[in-house]
């Protein structure tokens, strides 16, 4: 692999990785909505659509199929967020759930081609 290659990658990743944090939080934005029109609702839809623009740039830079695992970790941060921000509960099972996301978003989207 080229050293742009490398460093495509390694901004896909990162790309997207941000777009994963920004749609997690824009989903927490629409919960703390109460499903309301009010500016945490609009704030949501700002910073999910602000994710779609990252994911998009993203995908200039790397295969989809290394990419796109790596948006699973929103489900992690949501739980993160969930945990510290409205006091939900993470019980064992979440913690293997989460355990096997991140594992398997090393194993599929860390791959080195």
Do not use: C
Request: proline share 1%.
């Amino acid at each position: 692999m080229t050293k742009e290659q490398q460093y495509n990658k390694k901004l896909g990743i990162s790309l997207i990785v941000i777009a994963s944090v920004f749609t997690a939080v824009g989903q927490l934005f629409w919960k703390l909505s109460d499903a309301s029109f009010n500016l945490q609702l609009i704030v949501g839809f700002l910073l999910y659509g602000l994710g779609a623009v990252f994911m998009i740039a993203a995908f200039k830079f790397e295969r989809v199929s290394l990419l796109h695992p790596f948006l699973s970790l929103g489900y992690v941060i949501s739980i993160v967020v969930g945990f510290f921000l409205l006091d939900e509960s993470i019980d064992t099972m979440k913690l293997i759930g989460t355990f096997i996301i991140i594992v398997g978003v090393l194993l599929v989207g860390g791959q080195d081609d």
